[in-house]
């Protein structure tokens, strides 16, 4: 039985650490992708200075920084292993698909992304207690 047991631990120890390193290459993904932003700002608001920045230009520069703030949370929710960052992973890439609607259509696709972050709001304020656990009924009698 012990020995069932230490092979459990094991084969954990060894999923923590791939989680680790999942985590080390996505946050040095997210350093490249945090360059990359720089250079492209540098390049739109210095160098380029004279010429107007238009809508999709500065659409597509939220979308990166939202997606490496993404990559961030993911590599939180790796290590961390909390409930709280699956939701906050969730809501920045709703706030993100949000954000990369088309400009013609998408009332009704924002009035449901809304709806989305308000459900994970309410299922973050009633539904997760703050050491970070999922409620329990607290009407059950000992």
């Not at 997210?30 to 608001?45: A, H, M, P």
Request: charged share 20%.
């Amino acid at each position: 039985m012990r020995n069932i047991d230490s092979k459990k631990r094991k084969i954990l120890k060894i999923a923590y650490g791939f989680e680790s390193i999942l985590a080390i290459v996505i946050l040095i993904a997210v350093l490249l992708g945090i360059i990359d932003i720089l250079r492209i700002i540098y390049d739109s608001f210095i160098i380029h200075f004279n010429r107007p920045i238009d809508y999709s230009q500065l659409n597509a520069i939220f979308a990166q920084i939202l997606l490496l703030v993404i990559g961030i949370e993911l590599a939180v929710m790796l290590t961390l292993h909390r409930q709280t960052a699956l939701i906050e992973v969730l809501l920045f890439g709703i706030a993100r698909k949000m954000l990369l609607l088309p400009k013609h259509n998408g009332m009704s696709e924002i009035l449901l992304g809304v709806i989305a972050i308000g459900g994970l709001f309410l299922i973050r304020k009633y539904l997760i207690k703050e050491d970070n656990t999922i409620l329990e009924d607290t009407n059950k009698k000992n």
